[in-house]
């Protein structure tokens, strides 16, 4: 399908222009849905339904049906569902609603990015689709930052044994360091440290993936990374195939991700120096406008006319309020 005929804004919700939405990926996942014959495709983490309207116009021309699962949709996602025939809307968290979802044909998981849950998402959907009823899998973030570093949409919700400890308002995140710095990206439900055995989205796909050897993971690293899964004999496997193994883990693609990731980085810590430089020189100023007003002020401003009249102070300017505020109108 062409572009063109698709409802594709993948910046609807990104004002910043992050790339946040899997959408950024419709030219490479809808040819993927179309290969596998998907007539039922259950979308896990919607949030405001930038993929899913994409999907919505995909399924209504397919006679296809959608299932959205997000405990907290936004008002866009809800509206969409309202307004859709194909779209249905499930409120609650994955864990809750895929056990009560009849196979679909594709999964599309993109929720809470944790080890715990998408280790357990996986299990319950080979658990009602075994063997080659596996479907086919879109998963999202399986590349920076959460590839190898858990989020938590609720930590209560995670066992204590399976969660690690949050960045919190210690810090933010930032490629390349596994730790927590000041002005890292603002990330205060994930992880304290990156990497490490259950810890991220994608090492919870490899570790499943590992020990089934019928099933293929390709990695497109791209706009946070989308993995695919499915199984290697399903009868549309080489075409899903084809069209993605020249994206797989492409060396070009890391490196673009890689600079993409560490310039939103780079922008934000940016940010963080000018706003500490302005909170700074808010500060200097509060001072000064107190000094002005100052009994103190009035007669060292008086004591300094004295001076220079004098020719105590020759070579120096009369310290006064109208020099103090020229600086602070220079601010």
């Not at 849905?33 to 993929?51: N, S, W």
């Amino acid at each position: 399908m062409e572009r063109a005929s698709l409802h594709l804004d993948p910046y609807l919700h990104d004002p910043e222009r992050w790339g946040v939405s899997l959408a950024q990926m419709t030219e490479l996942m809808i040819p993927c849905l179309d290969a596998a014959r998907a007539q039922t495709v259950v979308e896990v983490g919607a949030f405001a339904g930038d993929l899913t309207r994409v999907l919505v116009d995909w399924a209504s021309s397919r006679d296809a049906r959608l299932l959205a699962i997000d405990p907290a949709p936004q008002h866009d996602l809800v509206e969409l569902a309202r307004e859709s025939s194909t779209l249905e809307l499930d409120r609650r968290t994955s864990l809750e609603a895929l056990p009560d979802v009849p196979r679909p044909d594709a999964l599309i998981i993109d929720g809470d990015h944790n080890y715990y849950t998408v280790s357990r998402e996986l299990a319950l959907i080979e658990q009602a689709a075994p063997g080659l009823d596996f479907p086919l899998l879109v998963l999202h973030d399986v590349c920076w930052p959460h590839g190898r570093r858990d989020d938590y949409f609720d930590a209560s919700l995670i066992p204590e044994s399976a969660r690690h400890a949050v960045t919190g308002s210690a810090g933010g995140i930032y490629p390349g360091d596994p730790g927590v710095r000041p002005d890292g990206l603002p990330y205060p439900r994930s992880a304290a440290r990156e990497g490490g055995a259950g810890n991220g989205v994608l090492t919870a796909v490899e570790d499943f993936v590992a020990s089934r050897d019928h099933l293929r993971l390709v990695v497109v690293p791209a706009f946070f990374g989308m993995g695919v899964v499915w199984h290697r004999q399903a009868p549309w496997a080489d075409e899903v195939a084809e069209i993605l193994a020249p994206w797989d883990r492409h060396p070009i693609l890391q490196r673009l991700e890689e600079n993409r990731v560490r310039q939103l980085a780079e922008r934000h810590a940016r940010s963080v120096e000018v706003w500490r430089l302005q909170a700074r020189i808010s500060r200097q100023q509060a001072v000064l406008e107190r000094v002005l007003r100052s009994r103190a002020f009035a007669l060292a401003e008086q004591l300094s006319r004295t001076r220079v009249r004098a020719g105590v102070a020759r070579d120096q300017p009369a310290v006064s309020r109208d020099l103090i505020r020229r600086a602070l109108d220079d601010q």
